[in-house]
């Protein structure tokens, strides 16, 4: 019987560095043989994406509650269509971003709750779990800063202000320390090389 392939997340503000590890990890995974794909949210099929335009875009004005609803549809189609298929098939993938992040943007940021969220979530995702989430800690000040050095226009969550992404970070790390079997913390403050090292050092044990 086929070996049921590994979900790796990875969380952390915007400015973490979360889309630079997520590209070293699959190709560090690669060269150790490990079939390994990269998927992103909100998005990874067309479905996703569709949505990824709508609550990304700073243009429009989009309620704490429908928010959190798209993020969970989003999520619900890039698990039927591309998450459990390849972990049925013995992948192991690695995804930019995941439940996690509903819990503290939405669940905190936007106050509506952590208990509310991880519910919707649930039935969204028919309960999948990571196998192993790397959260990547910064100073939010500092993830500011690498955030606006892209020199891209901020979309709507990168537009919100210093409280709210401090609420955020804290929501991330109070995540953690409930689940420190699940939830390693990587120091994000570090060059790349030793990011992606801590990174693989803390999937060990699931190899």
Known sequence: MLERGR?????????????TLAKALQAALLDRGID???LREPGGVRASERIRELVTDPALSIG???????????????V????????????????DRFID????????????GVSAVRHI?????????????????IDPAAA?????????????LEQEDDEFRTAVTKAYLELAYA?????????????????????????????
Request: aromatic residues 4%; negative net charge.
């Open 36 to 38: 390994t794909r990269l």
């Open 7 to 19: 979900l790796i997340t990875i969380e952390g503000v915007d400015g973490a560095g979360k889309t």
């Open 101 to 112: 992040s509903s819990l503290a943007y939405q669940g905190v940021g936007r106050e509506l």
């Open 80 to 95: 039927e269509e591309a998450l459990e298929p390849a972990l049925r098939n013995g992948l192991w993938v690695v995804l």
């Open 179 to 207: 689940e420190p079997d699940r939830i390693a913390l990587i120091d994000a403050s570090q060059p790349p090389e030793l990011v992606l090292e801590s990174s693989l050092a803390a999937l060990g044990d699931l190899t």
């Open 121 to 137: 979530n649930e039935f969204a995702t028919g309960n999948l779990i990571a196998d192993r989430t790397l959260l990547l800690v």
């Open 144 to 156: 500011t800063a690498r955030s606006r050095s892209r020199g891209e226009p901020p979309d709507r």
């Open 64 to 78: 704490p509650r429908a928010e959190a609803l798209l993020y969970a549809a989003a999520r619900a189609q890039l």
